[in-house]
């Protein structure tokens, strides 16, 4: 009987696929450059695009599973350069966790670090520029929370896993604000036909503006403005 039909396949072929031994240097190479680059990108997309899972944790799943995959389905993807990026990915995750613990400045440099969206019921703009956030999505997300208008919030702030953190005035405290019910800011306009209260469309910035063609608002020199609410917060 043919030995070759007992045993149709060799060590090495199983355990390096098509590869030699020296492609385990090349394997470990491999690794490092794709684990920063993920780790770049997901910083780069923002705490937004990795919301409830830290960085690293995305790393490992992202990572393990590609390792885990390949050999499953590709005969030439052999066993051993998998286990070494299981192991090298750990040991990463293992290193730059401990890392993170014991020196402040780079868990900040790594994963960021908690921003004020909003300060006394008007937005932070810079803060703002510095996150991939849509402003259909925040206000969802305020709603869900039952404000229905900024003047209700003294401070939101996006923390370092992506989630709002929100708190709020008391009732009595309660201001005029932007309001953020669907449909609101459709209202917009740059004539100001009555007294009221008015909020800036794109800041939030809210002041009492007499009848007038135009007002400049004075945090941010846009034009339009909606009525403003001073609504309590739903619970």
Same mark, same amino acid.
């Given at each position: 009987?043919?030995?070759? #039909?007992?045993?149709?396949?060799?060590?090495? /072929?199983?355990?390096?696929?098509?590869?030699?031994?020296?492609?385990? =240097?090349?394997?470990?190479?491999?690794?490092?450059?794709?684990? =920063?680059?993920?780790?770049? *990108?997901?910083?780069?997309?923002?705490?937004?695009?990795?919301?409830? #899972?830290?960085?690293? /944790?995305?790393?490992?799943?992202?990572?393990?599973?590609?390792?885990?995959?390949?050999?499953? !389905?590709? %005969?030439?993807?052999?066993?051993?350069?998998?286990?070494?990026?299981?192991?090298?990915?750990?040991?990463?995750?293992?290193?730059?966790?401990?890392?993170?613990? %014991?020196?402040?400045? !780079?868990?900040?440099?790594?994963?960021?670090?908690? #921003?004020?969206?909003?300060?006394?019921?008007?937005?932070?703009?810079?803060?703002?520029?510095?996150?991939?956030?849509?402003?259909?999505?925040?206000?969802?997300?305020?709603?869900?929370?039952?404000?229905?208008?900024?003047?209700?919030?003294?401070?939101?702030?996006?923390?370092? *896993?992506?989630?709002?953190?929100?708190?709020?005035?008391?009732?009595?405290?309660?201001?005029?604000?932007?309001?953020?019910?669907?449909?609101? #800011?459709?209202? %917009?306009?740059?004539?100001?036909?009555?007294?009221?209260?008015?909020?800036?469309?794109?800041?939030?910035?809210? =002041?009492?503006?007499?009848?007038? %063609?135009?007002?400049?608002?004075?945090?941010?020199?846009?034009?339009?403005?909606?009525?403003?609410?001073?609504?309590?917060?739903?619970?």
């Amino acid at each position: 009987m043919d030995p070759n #039909l007992l045993m149709p396949f060799t060590w090495k /072929e199983l355990l390096l696929g098509s590869e030699d031994w020296s492609f385990l =240097v090349e394997t470990v190479l491999r690794t490092l450059i794709m684990f =920063v680059v993920i780790v770049v *990108s997901l910083r780069l997309l923002g705490k937004r695009g990795v919301k409830q #899972l830290s960085i690293f /944790e995305l790393v490992v799943i992202i990572g393990l599973g590609s390792a885990a995959g390949d050999p499953m !389905f590709y %005969k030439d993807v052999g066993i051993l350069p998998s286990l070494i990026v299981f192991a090298i990915i750990v040991g990463l995750y293992s290193l730059i966790t401990v890392l993170i613990g %014991k020196n402040k400045h !780079f868990e900040r440099l790594v994963e960021g670090r908690p #921003l004020i969206l909003i300060e006394n019921g008007v937005f932070q703009i810079e803060n703002f520029k510095k996150e991939a956030l849509g402003e259909d999505e925040f206000f969802a997300e305020l709603r869900l929370s039952g404000v229905s208008q900024l003047g209700q919030i003294e401070q939101a702030i996006e923390e370092s *896993s992506g989630s709002i953190s929100i708190f709020y005035y008391t009732d009595d405290d309660v201001r005029y604000g932007l309001p953020i019910m669907p449909g609101m #800011l459709e209202r %917009k306009t740059r004539e100001i036909n009555r007294q009221n209260y008015y909020s800036c469309t794109f800041c939030g910035n809210t =002041v009492m503006l007499a009848p007038a %063609k135009e007002y400049i608002c004075s945090r941010c020199q846009r034009k339009e403005w909606v009525a403003a609410s001073n609504k309590k917060r739903i619970r």
